[in-house]
């Protein structure tokens, strides 16, 4: 299949692109879009057919449910009714990194659901998403726009590298400003549960909902042995080609541990890949060396992380050691995701 490539800045929006490509979600096509979060692979929410060829070009699990976008707070037809906490977070957090799941209503597919009773929906914060959704004039379904099981890409490069020849259209924008994809959150019962931590924090949420917890099953090694709620949680992640270890505990003990580390994978000749922050980058003397940013802002860390794996594993490295986060604020969302693309492996030291 040849696949269109057109870019553009989200303050400059090519409206003739987006409305091709409106056309073609609409007629059962696959087009990649840009979000806050990460890229988008969409199609047409409601069309069985359309949302299977999704999963076949990312190769994804069939028991994995997609996520349903949306331009406007008109949810009700998706959904079988709309709880007033759901009410709540939507008016806080819409447009924005946070999907809500709640009880589907028969319009939507089992394929865009894989066969739950529940729908996950967001309204992503990006114009050219907003545009091409309203558009289309359909909800369209989208998973991260990556061959399942790699990190998700933040580049429009990183797409066509994954999916150039596999789907219909790709629209580039910016660089995703998240860079980490969205907080999901299940209201299908009294208390609301996240089930993926993302860009709106746990913090955050409290503010609006007291009583909502994390997912115990997301959280750590545990979860190994935890059938976490949101089926996609549960399989190795975010994952570059060269096995990731993370080094956690006190900051200098960290990287005394992590030199001691290179100099052993160096003496192997093995080429290693750190991940390190602008605090410490100076204190490692060799290996493959990139700063996620500075620990004061954890916005820029959880922004480069899927691009800075995708980066080492470009530099073709043997095995990428990390330094830790906090497991406060964004910091949940970030050790997160570097834990599961190590599947766990940390050194606590
Ligand atoms: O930021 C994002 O959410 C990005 C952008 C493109 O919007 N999308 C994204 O989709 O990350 P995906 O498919 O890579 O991740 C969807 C996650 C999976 O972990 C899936 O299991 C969970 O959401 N999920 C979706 N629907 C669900 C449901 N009904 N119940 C439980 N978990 C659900
Ligand atoms: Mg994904």
Redesign the pocket.
Known sequence: MKTKLVLMEEDNIDMEAVKEAGQILQSGGLVVFP?E?????GANALDSAAVTRIFEAKG?PQD????V?VADYHIEEYVKEVPEIALKLMEKFWPG?L?I?LK?SDIIPDET??G?D???I?M?NNKIALALIQESGVPVA????NISGRP?PTEVSRCVEDLDGKVDYIIGGNKSR?G???T?V?CTSDIPCI??P?GITLEMLREICEDIYIDPAVMDKSSKDLKP?????KYRHYAPKAPVKIIDGDLKKTIEKINEMVQNYIDEKKRVGIMVTDETFDAYPVGDIVSLGSRKMLETVAQNLFETLRELDDRQVDIILSESFEEKGLGIAIMNRLKKAASFDVIKI
């Not at 979060?37 to 692979?41: D, R």
């Not at 989208?142 to 726009?145: C, E, G, K, N, V």
């Not at 709620?229 to 949680?233: D, E, F, R, S, V």
């Open positions: 979000t979060t990460v890229y988008g692979l994804r994995n449910p997609l996520i976008h990194p999907t799941i589907k659901s894989a739950l529940s729908v996950g967001r992503p989208a998973p991260s726009a998700s998240v980490l994809e969205s999901v299940d089930l993926r993302g709620k949101a089926p996609g949680m």
